[in-house]
């Protein structure tokens, strides 16, 4: 199978290829928003921290006064509408991480396969000027932005392309970035992203796994790398006793729900633990069927930046001048290095 898949490497790489072409020659026209678009994205698939830097960089903006929003495709939802997403809704109406978004950064988010229509709507329903965020934006070329933020997990080091491996796009793409994000623990690879040509400034992210006070639990999650999650439980000192995955946002299935009744039942946890976007996904009857059993906990994954006044004064050079100077004028809230 791994032989027949890296022989559509070559067919996948020139279809990125001839996209990105058409964009550069100006064959394929992209749409531009009244405000400026800030994109925060990736090489490869899922697990390398986008959503919670969008959250993170969210309250940043906000805390200087200047209004944002946030532009996701809502990635696994079952209604194709271009909509705002309610605090009351449900993953399924908006997709998981749209709703961890809006709940944990306060911030208006809009869903749609068309990001442009989804920025329209959110501009129709702002009160002033503002930045638009772009979830997951960097492959989405249809939507001009005037940032883009790549964040790059260790593996894409030594990824493959898709179908044989895990990156939608090879580090030649980065020449399109404004500014790359990388783990404070991978700094050893800065040279190496050097080396491959990459000069764009690096903004280094801390990540913190905030665990409930539980001990021995049964743990899950439906992620792109479950294997950070679980070791992160056990770094902060959590007995995992048993672990079920399933592939990134999987919905729940009663026998999915059953299994790990079953699992908490073998090894007498006193809990269930599992990430914020995971807890979101659950139906309510699915929550109330495991919280029959044991406490269902939720581990928090908090992003920072380590200096993050540099890196918001950065991000707002990188405007348009007109922006800049509206910008300009917010409260400037001191952002100390953490």
């Not at 800030?38 to 006064?65: C, E, H, M």
């Not at 068309?114 to 002033?128: C, H, I, L, P, Q």
């Not at 665990?211 to 950070?228: H, L, W, Y």
Request: charged content about 30%; aromatic content about 6%.
């Amino acid at each position: 199978m791994s032989g027949a898949l890296a022989a559509l490497v070559p067919l996948y790489a020139a279809g990125v290829g001839a996209k990105n072409l058409a964009y550069e020659r100006g064959w394929a026209r992209q749409k531009r928003l009244q405000g400026p678009v800030v994109s925060i994205g990736n090489l490869s698939v899922g697990g390398s921290g986008k959503t919670p830097l969008t959250i993170r960089l969210a309250q940043l903006l906000g805390d200087r006064g200047v209004f944002v929003d946030v532009l996701s495709r809502g990635y696994g939802r079952r209604s194709k509408a271009v909509e705002r997403v309610r605090l009351e809704g449900s993953a399924e109406e908006f997709g998981d991480e749209p709703l961890l978004i809006a709940r944990e950064a306060g911030v208006p988010v809009f869903v749609g396969a068309d990001r442009y229509r989804a920025g329209v709507m959110a501009e129709a329903a702002a009160a002033g000027p503002g930045i638009h965020l772009l979830d997951d934006g960097f492959q989405h070329r249809q939507l001009a932005r005037d940032v883009d933020i790549v964040v790059l997990h260790r593996t894409d080091f030594r990824g493959r392309l898709l179908p044989a491996g895990r990156l939608r796009e090879g580090f030649s793409s980065l020449s399109r970035a404004q500014i790359i994000t990388m783990r404070e623990e991978d700094r050893e690879l800065e040279g190496e992203l050097r080396r491959r040509g990459s000069m764009q400034p690096v903004w280094w992210m801390e990540r913190r796994l905030e665990v409930p006070e539980v001990k021995r639990v049964v743990a899950f999650c439906a992620i792109a790398r479950e294997e950070e999650f679980f070791s992160g439980l056990r770094t902060r000192g959590v007995a995992v006793l048993a672990m079920r995955a399933w592939r990134d946002h999987h919905w729940h299935t009663e026998g999915d729900i059953a299994e790990l009744i079953e699992l908490q039942r073998q090894h007498d946890a006193e809990a269930f633990v599992t990430t914020e976007k995971d807890l979101v996904r659950l139906t309510p009857e699915q929550l109330r069927k495991l919280e029959g059993t044991a406490p269902v906990r939720a581990a928090k994954l908090v992003v920072r930046l380590l200096d993050e006044a540099t890196a918001i004064e950065q991000l707002c050079a990188l405007l348009p001048m007109n922006w800049q100077a509206q910008f300009g004028k917010v409260q400037r809230v001191p952002l100390g290095k953490l």
